[in-house]
């Protein structure tokens, strides 16, 4: 008498067949080259070896889910890619600055004839800077300082004044009662300049403070916030005694000067501090089956995350932060400190990865370790937070004051799926409906001892050709008519080893395969209703890792070839 057995031969040859990942996608494998029909009158029988199954491809047994992460390129690689929100956005501005005059000395400087000097004036001015300035160079202005002269009635004109001030004042053009003088090395020089009150304009177009001067000085104090300059005014005239009028009272010249000017730009070291929320989340949804397994460590060779920046500020930024992987309840899963890199001024790409490499053209690498942590289980978002970002207040540039400088951010996450040595990627799956067939069936039970027990059992064996760089592990175990797990004490279910990995496609792994189905009794037997299966594949077996080759959907596959079902036992069949 002869019987077919389909489910139980077919699911344990499906399941090599299927090499790992035996997803949800409907794909039909044809076994009908295997002659699953055994006697069952023998202790032990055997089919024949020599069938064998098609290549199978990973995208013939993997289903993605319309995942939003994970896709095939063009190549048949499977790439993780998935963009953040909208841009982030943060603005910056350092407030304008005003030296104002505390105290203007006047001064009169009596004539003779020949030649005649003193100091004029001198302007004491102070102001309060920004906290953002931390070191100043020099300071821009387009500001007028006011200088008047009063000559005395006791002279026609005096031959020749002229007036020299700091070196660190750039004074790039001046009036006197509105007709343009010249200017030479902060000198200006006035020719025959009549009885009366003279008022010159001098147009101070910066303020340099690493200048020193005889005439002056400039300070800042950054502790207190404070910038302060005292400006003297030097005259020094000619007088010939034709243009005096009465030689005994030639009395004096007198002159003040008054000022207040308003900082529109600075050059030195600042520290302004972009504020940032976040940099925003990137969102992973439908999880493809492979990589939601309790059994998945997706710790990947090295992933990307690619930071697009563009930065008004003409400082370098300092940037850090960290990235939070969260489940669904907003449960944190893993988390990695990300340390501080520079963002340039102008368009530019940090990339974040695990690895250390060269950058290629038009990028700069920032190596983070712990990069991997983050999709080691599969969240279901990841956060960049606790964003520092401030300014380089290293680095000496010329800002303007009272402008808005923006930096704005976003990111993506992205990579090959290429596994690290700890990694593995897994499925479970299942064969159910089997005890409409598995009930008509009995091992013959023993004679001696318990009467119950039974030696009978099912072993299955293959050559398992694998293409992918990753070793693969199968487990199974059996479930009752409740949908219970069967304890291995009572359904042994056992794998004899590990399928080995191909170094490359082009040298693939071959290993003999061998599983072995044994009940403990035939109440274990008929009560069996399904098989549960978790196929996982791993970067490593313990010693060997092979990393950083990318999976392959087309290209890496799993071929079972001479497969063998032996039965051990006399099998009975009831199908009254």
């Not at 004074?171 to 008022?199: K, M």
């Not at 007088?239 to 000067?257: T, V, Y």
Request: charged residues 15%; contains cysteine; negative net charge.
């Amino acid at each position: 008498m002869n019987i077919r057995i389909p489910f139980l031969c077919s699911a344990l040859i499906l399941m090599l067949s299927s090499g790992m990942l035996q997803s949800c996608k409907d794909n039909d494998f044809s076994f009908d080259n295997i002659d699953a029909t055994i006697g069952l009158g023998s202790d032990e029988l055997a089919l024949p070896g020599g069938n064998s199954t098609k290549e199978i491809a990973l995208d013939d047994v993997v289903s993605l889910n319309n995942s939003n992460f994970i896709y095939i390129d063009d190549n048949g690689d499977y790439q993780i890619k998935v963009d953040g929100g909208s841009q982030e956005t943060s603005t910056v501005s350092i407030a304008p600055f005003t030296f104002k005059t505390s105290s203007s000395i006047s001064s009169t400087i009596p004539m003779i004839q020949g030649t005649f000097q003193g100091k004029l004036a001198a302007l004491n001015m102070s102001s309060t800077t920004p906290s953002e300035v931390e070191d100043l160079s020099s300071v821009a202005c387009d500001q007028n300082i006011n200088v008047t002269i009063k000559v005395p009635n006791t002279v026609r004109c005096v031959d020749e004044l002229t007036l020299s001030l700091p070196s660190f004042l750039l004074i790039d053009h001046a009036t006197n009662d509105g007709a343009n003088l010249s200017i030479s090395n902060n000198t200006i020089t006035l020719n025959n300049t009549v009885a009366g009150s003279h008022t010159m304009v001098l147009h101070v177009k910066s303020i340099d403070f690493k200048t020193s001067s005889n005439l002056g000085s400039t300070s800042f104090d950054k502790n207190n916030h404070r910038a302060s300059l005292t400006a003297d005014i030097y005259l020094k005239g000619r007088l010939s005694k034709n243009n005096i009028i009465n030689m005994g009272s030639l009395s004096s010249i007198s002159g003040n000067a008054t000022a207040d000017l308003t900082i529109t730009a600075a050059t030195g070291r600042f520290h302004p501090v972009f504020t940032y929320d976040n940099f925003g989340s990137v969102q992973l949804n439908n999880i493809p089956d492979f990589l939601s397994d309790k059994s998945v460590n997706m710790n990947l060779y090295d992933p990307h995350i690619h930071l697009n920046f563009n930065n008004s500020l003409p400082i370098a930024a300092k940037v850090s932060g960290r990235l939070i992987a969260r489940d669904a309840q907003e449960h944190t899963i893993s988390s990695v400190d990300i340390s501080t890199f520079t963002v340039p001024t102008g368009n530019s790409v940090i990339v974040l990865h695990k690895q250390s490499e060269a950058a290629p053209q038009g990028q700069t690498y920032v190596t983070v370790p712990g990069l991997g942590n983050l999709l080691k289980t599969i969240p279901d978002h990841i956060d960049f937070v606790d964003i520092k970002a401030e300014a380089d207040n290293t680095q000496t540039t010329e800002v303007k004051l009272g402008h808005d400088y923006a930096m704005t951010e976003q990111y993506s996450f992205s990579t090959p799926l290429q596994l690290d040595a700890d990694a593995a990627i897994a499925y479970t799956d299942s064969i159910d409906d089997l005890n409409k067939t598995v009930k008509k069936l009995s091992f013959k039970e023993n004679t001696v001892g318990d009467p119950t027990s039974i030696n009978g059992s099912l072993k299955l064996e293959a050559d398992i050709t694998n293409r992918m760089p990753a070793y693969l592990t199968l487990t199974a175990w059996g479930t009752n008519l409740q949908g219970d797990s069967i304890p291995q004490s009572q359904l042994s279910v056992v794998v004899d080893k590990t399928v080995e990995a191909a170094s490359d496609t082009q040298t693939p792994a071959t290993t003999h395969l061998t599983v072995t189905v044994k009940p403990q009794s035939n109440n274990v037997l008929h009560s069996l209703e399904g098989l549960q299966f978790r196929f996982r594949a791993a970067a490593s077996n313990g010693n060997n890792a092979i990393v950083g080759k990318t999976i392959n959907a087309k290209k890496q596959t799993i071929t079972v070839k001479n497969i063998k079902l032996t039965k051990t036992g006399k099998l009975i069949g009831n199908f009254n």
